[in-house]
């Protein structure tokens, strides 16, 4: 397992999950098919221990939820970060985060959404590699699966400083497509990096699908 050095997980996870319906943070995970107990696991709980081992500190963005989702962040050893104006949406909570990590001295962050299964440690493992030995013009490594970019993707000083520079109701892809020379991608044999769980149909499908 590569060392985290200086390296702060980020979660952001203070959406209000409106086509949902419910909070998609407290989810069950994995989801529980039909004749199967629940494992007492949730997306949230499952994403703080899955970066655990591969960060120094995980922190957890939350909003309006934050009641409901802190019992869970403070009982799998993470840390809460309010955000303060949640309604500017998941940019806003993107920079609440990397405010923090540097207000720790830290200048390195691994970000990933609460939406979605967390990556396998395989993964984490490649992208903590890759990140350990990017050369000075690389600001961020950022996962790929066939042909597609998700999460988490690890941000450096410079790609942290390009992010908080933004207005809070700015946009993350728009940034890094503004600094296409300086990311990296790292191809992973890893589908959950790219799922992405918005409706009860999202969900429902996970259950169908070979995510373990």
């Not at 991608?185 to 959950?192: E, H, I, Q, S």
Request: aromatic letters at 6%; proline letters at 8%.
């Amino acid at each position: 397992m590569t060392p985290a050095r200086n390296l702060y997980a980020v979660i952001l996870a203070a959406g209000e999950s409106t086509r949902m319906g419910t909070d998609k943070a407290l989810l069950p995970w994995p989801p529980v098919a039909p004749g199967s107990l629940p494992t007492g696991q949730t997306f949230l709980s499952a994403a703080i221990q899955a970066l655990d081992p591969f960060s120094e500190r995980v922190i957890v963005v939350v909003g309006k939820n934050e009641a409901n989702l802190a019992p869970v962040i403070y009982a799998t050893g993470a840390s809460v970060v309010r955000n303060p104006n949640p309604e500017y949406g998941q940019f806003s909570s993107l920079q609440a985060g990397l405010r923090e990590v540097l207000n720790h001295g830290r200048d390195a962050a691994m970000i990933t959404l609460v939406d979605r299964p967390p990556a396998i440690a395989a993964t984490l493992d490649a992208l903590c590699s890759a990140f350990a030995e990017m050369p000075s013009e690389v600001w961020a490594i950022v996962p790929e699966y066939k042909g597609k970019h998700g999460h988490p993707f690890l941000a450096g000083r410079e790609m942290i400083e390009a992010f908080l520079k933004a207005p809070p109701t700015g946009n993350a892809r728009e940034i890094e497509h503004q600094n296409l020379r300086h990311i990296s991608y790292v191809a992973v044999d890893d589908a959950r990096v790219t799922m992405n769980v918005d409706t009860t149909e999202d969900y429902a499908a996970l259950s169908q699908q070979a995510v373990k």
